[in-house]
């Protein structure tokens, strides 16, 4: 994890380096850590397969997972399991007790909608900073990462759009010069994360989110804050609604 830096520490002569060092987070922040031996999975795969697992029903509310049998299926020693394990946990999706292991516990969507509401106005605020500090190399990199999602979502490519999306969004906060409120925005969409990416298999989710992207990067470097603020708001609101949708039908599955 690159080195954090203080808001004093950035107006007393450091801004350069906070600002090159909330960037370096964007560049690292979606990059899976891999294990020593390339050719064994890392937690981060680990992490992506139970979520796939959770979220298609395949694990239901309740069930078990054991380290030692998740060990022998990976192929992989207890470590990364125990590691996937609390990264799950972390975001909401199991929960683990002393003597109990680990079972299956998914949100419900009262509950998720009122994360995304933290949220949207989390990122919105992020954007709106952005609109009044964003240097014009932060704008670029924004702009960047944009068309990278435009390509990948032309390829169909949804895990690649996701990270590239992610990235997008760590530059926002980078730019937003506001360290703490990067952090809490980050450790949040840690939680949710794992229905922002499964709602970007959803048709035209991928494309629809980099015109939404596109708009809120023009009102940043119009230096609108009301815009920037506004618009930001509704692209996660709209994403709200989607992770939503996968949590209801979800339920639904479940109660049958």
Do not use: W
């Not at 919105?124 to 240097?135: K, P």
């Not at 390509?151 to 990270?163: C, I, Q, R, W």
Request: hydrophobic letters at 40%.
């Amino acid at each position: 994890m690159a080195t954090s830096f203080s808001q004093t520490e950035a107006s007393t002569g450091g801004e350069g380096q906070y600002r090159q060092a909330l960037m370096a987070q964007a560049e690292t922040a979606t990059k899976p850590d891999m294990e020593p031996d390339a050719q064994k999975p890392s937690s981060a795969y680990l992490v992506r397969v139970l979520e796939d697992d959770i979220l298609n029903n395949v694990l239901k509310p309740g069930d078990r997972l054991d380290e030692q049998t998740l060990a022998r299926r990976f192929s992989v020693s207890r470590t990364p399991v125990r590691e996937a394990l609390r990264q799950l946990a972390s975001s909401g999706l199991l929960e683990i007790r002393r003597n109990h292991g680990a079972t299956v516990k998914r949100v419900t969507v009262a509950e998720l909608i009122e994360m995304f509401q933290v949220m949207a106005e989390f990122e919105g605020l992020s954007a709106r900073l952005c609109a009044r500090r964003a240097l014009p190399e932060e704008i670029a990199e924004m702009r960047r990462f944009n068309e990278e999602c435009d390509a990948l979502a032309k390829a169909a490519d949804h895990y690649g759009f996701y990270a590239a999306n992610n990235r997008m969004h760590e530059v926002i906060y980078a730019a937003s010069g506001n360290n703490f409120l990067a952090e809490e925005s980050r450790k949040l969409r840690n939680r949710i994360n794992v229905y922002r990416r499964h709602i970007t298999f959803q048709p035209r989710r991928m494309q629809n989110s980099v015109l939404e992207h596109a708009r809120i990067i023009d009102a940043i470097e119009d230096g609108n804050e009301e815009a920037a603020h506004r618009l930001m708001r509704e692209h996660v609101d709209l994403l709200a609604g989607s992770a939503a949708d996968v949590v209801q039908a979800l339920e639904t599955r479940n109660r049958k």
